[in-house]
């Protein structure tokens, strides 16, 4: 393999792995907002009580 070819499959190695180091990177910040989102879901579960009593005096 020549010198060029060499350059060239290194080069595309080299990007495949930022491609894939990029969508790793995406992936765990949409992992880590969904977990934020269910914390706070569940930090509002903590008082269940709340809310399931209705006042009709009027």
């Known amino acids: 393999m020549d010198i060029a070819a060499l350059s060239s499959v290194m080069s595309q190695a080299s990007l495949q792995q930022q491609v894939s180091l990029s969508v790793a990177n995406k992936t765990m910040e949409h992992s880590e907002?969904?977990?934020?989102?269910?914390?706070?879901?569940?930090?509002?579960?903590?008082?269940?009580?709340l809310g399931s009593n209705i006042d009709v005096k009027g």
């Open 33 to 49: 907002a969904s977990s934020e989102g269910l914390i706070k879901m569940m930090e509002q579960s903590v008082n269940p009580h």
